[in-house]
Structure formats: C-alpha cells, structure tokens
C-alpha cells in the first residue's frame, strides 16, 4: 500500500490520472490517495509520499524538488469588461482580490526583488478550487497554476495578467517523504512516474 497526499486541484488534474498507468505496470502495488488543501502531518497520518507546492527553497533532506510551479494572475473576461485590469501591483488595492484564507499579501518578483502586495476582495477561501470557479464566475483577479487554467485561458475563458514583468513568487512541485533513509521502492517509482508526467504533457517545467 502506498499512501499519497497532495492538493486537491494539483491531484484532480495531475496525480490521479497517473494512478491507473502506475497500477498497470505494478500489479502488486495499491494506492491510497488523500487530497486536502491542508497540510497533512504525513508522519502522524502515516503518508509515504505527500506532494506539495512551495516556494524554491531546499529546507530539508526529505523534500525533493520535481518541477517549477509557474503561475499567474487571472481574470475572467466579463471581470475585465466591467472592472478592467491591473497593470502594476500598486493597481491590486483597486480590484476584487480572491484569495485564500488568512492571505493578505500577494508576493511579486522582478530583477531578484521581492514585492508584497496587500490584496482584500469579496470573497476568501481555504479551497484553490474554489477560487478558481468564482474567477470563472466574473468575481475577482485571482492567482492560480499555469497548469490548473491552461484549457480556460485556450478557449478565452480566463484572460492572465501582467503587471509591469512582475510575475508571482516563484514556487516548486517537491515530493515529501518521511525519511531520506531507506526510501521504499514503492515511492521511488511513483515519484519517477511523476517527474516523467511533469517533464512531459503537463509542461510544469516550461
């Protein structure tokens, strides 16, 4: 039995389609995937492998990181029409903001530079998902994954944002284990199933 967390968008669109292919190819092998937008204390819920998005920084052995995480701000063409857009950070302040729970502050970078953002709007959520639909919805900018918008943004349904060549604070894809000691054959493969599906059709590294 293999235990996996991850986000609940992140293992919608990305961790569960892999699942099938991996239990193909590895009769033996049974998965238990638990998606939460929460962080999930892997070692007392006894979690293999937990997948989490975060900012690019190596802080511990046992993370190891997969791909960029590259995101953007959004806003769903009938928000523009009404609202218009933002085109510096210093313009946020004006706009309905979606955010998530407890977040005041959007982080933008250019030249190496870090900006913080205050940022309010009508409507918070502990849910990405969430988010995403009430920006689909006319509600708010929001900040979302490439990957996560990639058909919306195709078809026209969601328009991104560029605020002066600042983009979001950079973020990473890691996988988390409990131990850099003994990592079981079970994670290792689905770990390199992961990094396979990353580098290839989602295009998280681009």
């Known amino acids: 039995m293999l235990r996996v967390t991850a986000s609940v968008p992140f293992g919608r669109k990305v961790v569960s389609p892999l699942v099938p292919d991996v ?21 007392a819920q006894g979690i293999d492998l937990a997948i ?16 960029e995480n ?18 510096a950070p210093g313009e ?21 530079r870090t900006l913080r953002q205050r940022v309010a709007g009508p409507f918070t959520s502990s849910s990405v998902e969430a988010l995403h639909q009430a920006c689909l919805g ?3 900018i929001t ?4 990957w996560d918008v ?25 996988a988390v284990y409990p131990t850099a000691r003994l990592v079981p054959p079970k994670v290792r493969l689905f770990i390199s199933a ?5 580098s290839g059709d989602l295009g998280a590294r681009r």
């Open 23 to 43: 239990l193909r190819q590895h009769p033996g092998l049974q998965v238990d995937l638990l998606l939460s937008d929460s962080i999930v204390d892997i070692v």
């Open 52 to 67: 989490r998005i975060a900012p690019l920084r190596e802080n511990t052995l046992v993370a190891r990181r997969l791909a």
């Open 70 to 87: 590259h995101r953007g701000l959004y806003a769903a063409p009938a928000y523009a029409a009404e609202h218009g857009l933002p085109a």
């Open 92 to 112: 946020l302040p004006q706009h309905r903001c979606l955010t998530l729970t407890g977040m005041s502050h959007w982080s933008f970078q250019s030249g190496g």
């Open 138 to 140: 006319g509600l708010g």
């Open 143 to 146: 900040m979302l994954s490439a």
């Open 150 to 174: 990639r058909e919306e943004v195709a078809v026209g349904h969601l328009l991104p944002i560029a605020l002066e060549g600042r983009a979001p604070e950079p973020l990473a894809i890691w």
């Open 194 to 198: 992961l990094e396979g599906r990353l």
